[in-house]
């Protein structure tokens, strides 16, 4: 079955300091990639994907994440952190092909020090 | 980014009573869904419906559950005789293609 491993629950960081945070997956094939942002009381926000091609995919607010096969590891970073980043980070997979249910790791919360 | 319109934000019911969720889709996406999160723990796929019909659902999904389209457009989740444990953060998502899933913003159920 498929598995996420989010292995950091909770990460802090001051603001400006760079930010990886880990994702690792258990699949038998490669599958689609995701991270979703979630602020407290909001919705989850596509923050990026990877399907296939380049390894290193951006997103949005800066973000950035890195497929490494070898590695089953998908970990987002961002070079330098912002205050409004305070969020919950889940990252999730999904089989090729489409149509597919995502798989959900259970979260690292991300705190920002002024 | 696409939106997907979910109502109520909040709701708090009895047990024992039911619920519907509503999702208003994003225009043009064919795939829709629902997801839940019990306060504290991770996302947990629920359900997933192509096409006017479920096309997986997880264990969660049992006879209490239902989905539907009922009008072609909206697509709601009825929660029968609910419980204590249903208590959570209920999402509508929806894809065009499958490949990517957009959530709502959604709906918090509190059961008393």
């Known amino acids: 079955a498929q598995s996420v491993t989010q292995p950091d629950i909770h990460i802090t960081v001051s603001e400006g300091a760079s930010l990886e945070l880990r994702c690792n997956y258990s699949?038998?094939?490669?599958?689609?990639l995701f991270w979703y942002v979630q602020s407290p009381g909001q919705g989850l926000q596509l923050l990026l994907k990877y399907f296939s091609g380049d390894t290193l995919v951006q997103g949005i607010k800066g973000f950035e994440a890195e497929f490494k096969r070898s590695q089953s590891s998908f970990n987002l970073r961002k070079p330098s952190v912002h205050w409004s980043d305070a969020a919950e980070y889940f990252c999730?997979?999904?089989?090729?092909?489409?149509?597919?249910?995502?798989?959900f790791g259970k979260g690292t919360k991300l705190t920002v020090n002024p | 980014e696409p939106e997907v319109t979910q109502t109520p934000s909040h709701q708090v019911t009895q047990m024992g009573q039911e619920v519907i969720l509503r999702c208003v889709p994003i225009s043009n996406h064919l795939y829709f869904y629902w997801y839940r999160q019990i306060l504290g723990q991770k996302v947990e796929f629920l359900v997933s419906?192509?096409?006017?019909?479920?096309?997986?659902k997880s264990e969660i999904f049992d006879d209490q559950f239902s989905v539907e389209r009922p009008d072609g457009s909206n697509f709601t989740l009825k929660i029968r005789s609910t419980k204590l444990e249903d208590s959570a953060m209920y999402f509508c998502?929806?894809?065009?293609?499958?490949?990517?899933?957009?959530f709502g913003e959604g709906s918090w159920l509190t059961v008393v």
């Open positions: 999730a997979v999904a089989r090729q092909g489409g149509s597919e249910k995502l798989v």
């Open positions: 998502a929806n894809s065009r293609s499958g490949n990517t899933i957009y």
């Open positions: 419906f192509y096409n006017n019909e479920i096309s997986e």
């Open positions: 699949y038998g094939a490669t599958p689609y």
